[in-house]
C-alpha cells in the first residue's frame, strides 16, 4: 500500500509470530504479566514501548513475546480494565507531538517551506485521524487546533 502523502510504497514492518499460542518456553502466570503492564504504564511507558519492554526483558526474566497471545487482551485493553490507559490515542498522541514541534520550528524558521509542507501534511493526518476516534477514544466535540496540541502534550 502506498503512503499517505507521498509516492513511495512503504517498507514492510515486522510481522506477528506466526501461531496464536505462546511459546511452551514463555509459561509466565497472566496475573503477572498484567501486573507488569500496569507497573510499566504507571511508569510512562506506551503501550508500544510496553510491548517491547515485555518482549526484551520480560517478566520474571522469561520474554514474553506476543501478550495477546499470553493473555488473551492486548496491551490496552489490559490498560483499559486497570483504568490506566492513556487519554489519547497513541498514534494520534504521536502525531500531536510531531505537530507541536514542526511549529515551533516555524515559528523560528519562517522560511522553511519544506518543514511548512510537513506541517500542512501532519495536521492533515490529525484532523482525518481525530475523525476516526471521535466518539469512542476522543469527546465528540474534540477540534485540532495547536493549542490543543500543545496542552495535550505537556
Partial sequence: ?????TRRRGSSGSDK??????????????????ERVVELAEQGHDPSQIGMKLRDEGV?????PDVKAA???K???????????PDVPEDLYNLL???????????????????KRALQNTESKI???ANYYRG???????KYSYDVAKRLTE
Avoid: C
Fill in 17 to 34: 509470530p506466526a501461531t496464536d499460542e505462546p511459546p511452551e518456553w514463555s509459561d509466565v502466570d497472566e496475573a503477572a504479566i498484567e
Fill in 97 to 115: 507531538e510531531r505537530a507541536v514541534r514542526l511549529r515551533e520550528h516555524m515559528n523560528a524558521n519562517q522560511t522553511d517551506y519544506q518543514n
Fill in 75 to 85: 496491551v490496552t485493553e489490559i490498560l483499559d480494565e486497570n483504568d490506566a490507559a
Fill in 1 to 5: 500500500m502506498a503512503r499517505m502523502h
Fill in 136 to 142: 469512542d477514544e476522543l469527546a465528540e466535540d474534540f
Fill in 60 to 64: 520474571q526474566g522469561t520474554p514474553i
Fill in 127 to 129: 484532523r482525518r485521524l
Fill in 71 to 73: 493473555t488473551g487482551k
